[in-house]
């Protein structure tokens, strides 16, 4: 699916986090979004995602505008892997994950047979499958991730949004994640908080700072020695082995 | 591939075990529902046997005492016991769902303090002024004060947007002190023995009625809010993994949850304005409950609806029991047995309901 969000603008208060964005994913791209902390690249997502109602601007789906459409419809077409996975009740990994067939659901309409399928599929997909009958608070941080990772997938989504998925995890897993979503072969718009893996995992990327895109490119034009400067204020050195990168940062 | 395959079977296997699971217990429940509905309707200060009981409902003689007593006093006691237990367990769910925390009762939202002042008001200032209107006035008076202060606790909630469930609880606590200070502050001024007395009493609850109609509108009200809520159990489990996560699910948390807890505040109003205060019952069931199957609400509105009736249906029969030729009120006896499973619950609960 194509996602488009047309000059955004944002404000908490009468603080203006977002101003006057503009970002697009094609179809079956990964874009990326990278900036300094607190440049409001959370709060753009959260209105792309319909938690926040941008103050200016227009968002699409296709054809369906994000801020007017009914919730439903949008999110069985698109499903966000966020950091907002405390729960203070025991559910089982089975229900959170089967809670990703709800918007696909009308309310009295029952699981299926493929209901179930569908969960079982997303858990190995994730490598969960043994922990089905598990509490999700029993898991660990990076259990966790990925269990709600499943739960997105179970969404069958056509669009994923990710706001730093993998924080919690260690780099087999980061990796890991990474990869079942690049092997979906679906849109992705993603913050990852490492720019390595912003580099290795993006078709694009937007930087935003000041609430403001100030660059945009591919990983090569972007993720470069002047950008690091820009954003971080850190002189760094960013070194290449085949198709991968790796920055040192100098003090 | 092979054991890939046997994998997911053995998987689907575990998933439908526990829906297997899940139906047993519902079975088990009602056996024990039934059973407490033979007993409550034999036991009291006349013993009366189950045959007789059978030939009772089936015949509807109106002749001897023994019909009397069942028609008349036990069978819609019975009935209005399990109408308020079903209702209270029904709202403690939904209220725990809609502000996401296990610890909400049906009551955070001030509904029985405010109901408690209206009724102190009735009592000691309302028969003075209007004379005594019919005998639902006080029922009348207690949910007026129980909806106004659910309304001022949700209005509160909601002052700068979004309402938090943070906000919802704080809200719910200020406005039960309010209320209790306005009852107390009656109470001093009054100076009226008698009222006090009757306030005391309804404040402890009470399932005895001697008119069926009654029932009807707690009835009603509580049987179409079971059908309904079971209808959004899909919503009330998004609600309960968070605002944020329940977003991203399609769900409109802030549509719903006004919706839901309006919904809550009619029902507790209704049984509170005619059954007194009633506590822990939809504290203490769902926990149970959700200790058993987990917090899917699929599972645990249905098994929460039939246990809390069980619970105050037994409650109920206990109250009979307890002193010999008198009874015990109902909400000293659900506090009393409430509160020390609650706190067994709270030591026990570990990891099963982290809360970190």
Redesign the interface.
């Known amino acids: 699916m194509v996602l488009e969000a047309k000059n955004i603008e944002i404000k908490l208060g009468d603080k203006t986090i977002i101003e006057d964005v503009s970002i697009k994913v094609d179809k079956g791209k990964s874009v990326g979004i990278i900036g300094p902390n607190g440049c409001g690249k959370s709060t753009l997502l959260k209105s792309i995602y319909k938690y926040i109602k941008p103050d200016k601007g227009e968002i699409f789906l296709d054809n369906k505008n994000i801020i007017d459409e009914n919730p439903k419809e949008i999110f069985k077409h698109m499903a966000v892997v966020g950091q907002f996975n405390q729960i203070s009740f025991n559910f089982s990994v089975y229900d959170i994950v089967l809670m990703g067939r709800s918007p696909h659901k009308t309310f009295l309409e029952k699981d299926t047979q493929k209901d179930r399928e569908i969960v079982i599929e997303s858990l190995q997909k994730v490598g969960m499958l043994s922990y089905i009958n598990r509490d999700f608070n029993t898991l660990s941080g990076g259990e966790k991730q990925r269990v709600i990772l499943a739960r997105a997938l179970a969404q069958k989504p056509k669009i994923l949004i990710l706001d730093e998925p993998t924080n919690h995890l260690d780099i087999k897993y980061q990796i890991e994640i990474l990869e079942i979503v690049k092997s979906l072969n679906i849109s992705v718009l993603s913050v990852l908080h490492d720019l390595a893996l912003t580099y290795k995992y993006c078709d694009y990327i937007y930087v935003i700072d000041g609430g403001k895109v100030v660059k945009s490119g591919t990983p090569d034009e972007i993720i470069t020695r002047e950008t690091i400067k820009d954003m971080y204020k850190i002189d760094s050195k960013v070194i290449f082995d085949g198709e991968d990168m790796a920055i040192c940062y100098r003090k | 591939m092979m054991e890939?395959k046997a994998?997911?079977e053995v998987?689907?296997d575990?998933?439908l075990k526990?829906e297997i699971r899940f139906r047993k217990i519902v079975v088990g429940l009602v056996v024990v529902l039934l059973l407490g509905i033979a007993l409550s309707l034999s036991v009291g200060e006349i013993r009366i046997s189950l045959d007789n009981i059978i030939k009772i409902l089936l015949n509807r003689e109106t002749t001897n005492l023994n019909t009397k007593i069942i028609m008349n006093l036990r069978l819609p006691r019975t009935i209005f016991a399990i109408i308020v237990g079903a209702g209270l367990g029904l709202c403690g769910i939904v209220m725990q769902s809609s502000v996401?925390?296990?610890l909400a009762d049906p009551y955070i939202l001030g509904i029985s303090s405010g109901a408690s002042f209206g009724a102190t008001f009735y009592i000691l200032i309302g028969v003075k002024l209007l004379g005594n209107i019919n005998k639902f006035g006080l029922s009348v008076f207690a949910f007026l004060g129980g909806v106004v202060a659910a309304v001022l606790v949700i209005s509160l909630s909601s002052v700068g947007g979004k309402t938090s469930s943070v906000k919802l609880v704080l809200a719910g606590t200020v406005v039960n002190a309010l209320c209790s200070a306005f009852t107390n502050f009656l109470i001093y001024l009054g100076n009226n023995a008698e009222g006090l007395k009757s306030i005391t009493f309804w404040t402890m609850g009470n399932l005895s009625i001697t008119d069926t109609k009654i029932n009807i509108l707690p009835g009603i009200v509580v049987l179409l809010s079971c059908i309904y809520f079971l209808?959004?159990s899909?919503?009330l489990?998004?609600m309960?993994?968070?605002?944020?996560?329940a977003?991203?699910?399609?769900?409109?948390l802030n549509k719903y949850r006004k919706k839901y807890i309006a919904i809550s505040v009619l029902i507790i109003g209704i049984l509170v304005s005619s059954a007194g205060i009633i506590g822990f019952v939809g504290l203490v069931v769902p926990h149970m409950i959700?200790?058993i199957v987990?917090?899917?609400n699929k599972k645990i509105l249905p098994l929460t609806i039939i246990a809390s009736a069980i619970f105050l249906l037994y409650a109920d029969i206990l109250s009979r029991l307890i002193i010999p030729n008198g009874e015990l009120p109902i909400g000293v006896i659900t506090s009393m047995v409430g509160a020390p499973l609650f706190m067994y619950i709270l030591v026990t609960r570990n990891?099963?309901?982290?809360?970190?």
């Open positions: 890939m994998i997911r998987s689907l575990k998933v526990d996401q925390n296990p209808s959004q899909r919503n489990n998004s309960m993994i968070g605002e944020e996560a977003t991203t699910l399609g769900v409109d959700r200790g987990g917090s899917n990891r099963r309901y982290g809360d970190n």
